[in-house]
């Protein structure tokens, strides 16, 4: 079972798993996750949609042996926009899937997130250091809520003997990000194809160390079936300045660019990169990827949805109702159709 599994990592998780012979129960309530990132899953006998809110009920019939929680506003235009349900979702819906983890005997992974460690005085990263979170700050919703998920997973491994673990996932990038996310790469790369200048925050010095998508779900598919109780550290030790970044993106793009400085957000993070010496002595995981490669990937995907959406914008044609537009119920049973 994938929470969440509409999203930017859930679909490629939902996705990565049916193709090694997996059946996959998928819940979303599209309030982030986009129903064209399943839709091509839609039809597979083995893939199931329900369309949900876990902050509400989690109930799905039949066994179920890993649960991936993934639902969760994961961008700062998200998290921004939807405070109360992004801390909602960090706690009753964590709550409620370890609930059902607990029920169904399952193995729970909780996807944390780098932003656990705030803006780090230690550097590198390592999964010991214990964060420098500005807890009422604008980013403090995400935060402490990735942060209380943390808490209420190790509770329930300690106190109720479920079998838990914990993933904190660094800046990953790929296919099927949303252009709006406010995340920097799909930011640039969506400004870059449109001919806007990029528009980096502060002086582009600050540091992110990124992370494709496939080595993303290749690194949290082993953590699953690893028996470490986490949190473990996902993400590519490669650390770069935004600005570098920005330049890269418009170098591959092929098309002329330039770069416009705007103001640094609130608590953004000075530097980002993870020590991932656990993920490789107890799973044997290391990024594959190279960036250049990875960003090459990301920018011909957009470059083709860009297209896709200018034909569709030329020619109009009639379209079945989205899944989106499916009724929201309860966690508990199949979507129709």
Same mark, same amino acid.
């Not at 129960?25 to 597979?44: K, Q, S, V, Y």
């Not at 079936?225 to 590519?236: K, R, T």
């Given at each position: 079972?994938?929470?969440?599994?509409?999203?930017?990592?859930?679909?490629?998780?939902?996705?990565?798993?049916?193709?090694?012979?997996?059946?996959?129960?998928?819940?979303?309530?599209?309030?982030?996750?986009?129903?064209?990132?399943?839709?091509?899953?839609?039809?597979?006998?083995?893939?199931?949609?329900?369309?949900?809110?876990?902050?509400?009920?989690?109930?799905?019939?039949?066994?179920?042996?890993?649960?991936?929680?993934?639902?969760?506003?994961?961008?700062?235009?998200?998290?921004?926009?939807?405070?109360?349900?992004?801390?909602?979702?960090?706690?009753?819906?964590?709550?409620?899937?370890?609930?059902?983890?607990?029920?169904?005997?399952?193995?729970?992974?909780?996807?944390?997130?780098?932003?656990?460690?705030?803006?780090?005085?230690?550097?590198?990263?390592?999964?010991?250091?214990?964060?420098?979170?500005?807890?009422?700050?604008?980013?403090?919703?995400?935060?402490?809520?990735?942060?209380?998920?943390?808490?209420?997973?190790?509770?329930?491994?300690?106190?109720?003997?479920?079998?838990?673990?914990?993933?904190?996932?660094?800046?990953?990038?790929? %296919?099927?990000?949303? *252009?709006?996310?406010? &995340?920097?790469?799909? @930011?640039?790369?969506?400004?870059? $194809?449109?001919? #806007? +200048?990029?528009?980096?925050?502060?002086?582009?010095?600050?540091?992110?160390?990124?992370?494709?998508?496939?080595?993303?779900?290749?690194?949290?598919?082993?953590?699953?079936?690893?028996?470490?109780?986490?949190?473990?550290?996902?993400?590519?030790?490669?650390?770069?300045?935004?600005?570098?970044?920005?330049?890269?993106?418009?170098?591959?793009?092929?098309?002329?660019?330039?770069?416009?400085?705007?103001?640094? %957000?609130?608590?953004? *993070?000075?530097?980002? &990169?993870?020590?991932? @010496?656990?993920?490789?002595?107890? $799973?044997?995981? #290391? +990024?594959?990827?190279?960036?250049?490669?990875?960003?090459?990937?990301?920018?011909?995907?957009?470059?083709?949805?860009?297209?896709?959406?200018?034909?569709?914008?030329?020619?109009?044609?009639?379209?079945?109702?989205?899944?989106?537009?499916?009724?929201?119920?309860?966690?508990?049973?199949?979507?129709?159709?």
């Amino acid at each position: 079972m994938v929470t969440g599994g509409a999203g930017f990592l859930g679909s490629h998780l939902c996705e990565q798993l049916l193709r090694h012979g997996i059946s996959v129960i998928c819940l979303d309530n599209f309030l982030t996750g986009t129903p064209a990132n399943i839709a091509h899953l839609i039809g597979e006998p083995r893939f199931r949609l329900i369309k949900c809110d876990v902050t509400d009920f989690v109930h799905v019939p039949g066994p179920v042996d890993l649960v991936l929680h993934l639902a969760s506003a994961a961008s700062p235009a998200d998290y921004l926009r939807l405070p109360i349900e992004t801390l909602k979702v960090g706690s009753l819906g964590t709550l409620h899937v370890l609930g059902l983890a607990g029920e169904k005997g399952a193995r729970f992974v909780l996807a944390s997130t780098s932003e656990v460690y705030g803006d780090p005085q230690q550097h590198p990263q390592s999964e010991q250091y214990w964060g420098n979170v500005n807890p009422v700050g604008p980013r403090s919703v995400y935060d402490e809520a990735k942060r209380y998920a943390e808490a209420l997973t190790t509770a329930y491994r300690m106190s109720r003997g479920t079998d838990t673990t914990i993933v904190r996932i660094f800046n990953t990038y790929g %296919p099927r990000m949303r *252009p709006d996310d406010g &995340r920097a790469i799909p @930011t640039f790369i969506r400004q870059a $194809l449109v001919g #806007e +200048p990029l528009s980096v925050t502060g002086d582009g010095s600050q540091t992110r160390s990124v992370c494709y998508v496939d080595d993303t779900i290749r690194g949290i598919l082993a953590l699953a079936e690893s028996d470490a109780p986490g949190p473990v550290n996902i993400g590519g030790p490669l650390e770069l300045p935004v600005a570098e970044l920005a330049r890269t993106i418009i170098e591959l793009s092929g098309l002329p660019g330039s770069i416009r400085h705007i103001e640094r %957000p609130v608590d953004d *993070p000075r530097v980002r &990169r993870p020590d991932t @010496t656990l993920a490789q002595e107890l $799973l044997g995981w #290391e +990024p594959t990827v190279q960036l250049r490669d990875g960003l090459a990937r990301t920018i011909a995907w957009f470059r083709s949805q860009l297209a896709t959406a200018t034909l569709a914008h030329a020619a109009p044609t009639r379209r079945p109702a989205p899944l989106a537009a499916l009724p929201l119920r309860p966690c508990q049973g199949d979507t129709p159709g």
